[in-house]
Nanobody, 118 residues
């Protein structure tokens, strides 16, 4: 079993930056893909970014490409999402996820709120 805990959310002005962190515990996640997803108010959860187990491949939603960067910590039990040039439409609950590959996430965190004021 894998437990994921997100942190780093908060309130920021448009144009600002935030860095989300996700710490994993339980079984080793060094061989798991990880990702970030978000659920804007009143909408369904959507893909933001994923990273393979060895950090070789990253993928981003078109809406965040060039502004967000996903990365893994050296110990591979942490994943980060650096968010720059934030926009009001980035307001959402952000979830960390892990799974056997980027297209299959079966572990989820509880989420952290990101609010961008315009």
């Amino acid at each position: 079993q894998v437990q994921l805990v997100e942190s780093g959310g908060g309130l920021v002005q448009a144009g600002g930056s935030l860095r989300l962190s996700c710490a994993a515990s339980g079984r080793t996640i060094g061989n798991l893909a990880m990702g970030w997803f978000r659920q804007p108010p009143g909408k369904e959860r959507e893909f933001v970014a994923t990273i393979t187990w060895n950090s070789a491949i990253t993928n981003y939603a078109d809406s965040v490409k060039g502004r967000f960067t996903i990365s893994r910590g050296n110990a591979k039990n942490t994943v980060y999402l650096q968010m720059n040039i934030l926009k009001a439409e980035d307001t959402a609950v952000y979830y960390c996820a892990a799974g056997p590959y980027t297209g299959h996430m079966n572990y989820w965190g509880q989420g952290t709120q990101v609010t961008v004021s315009s």
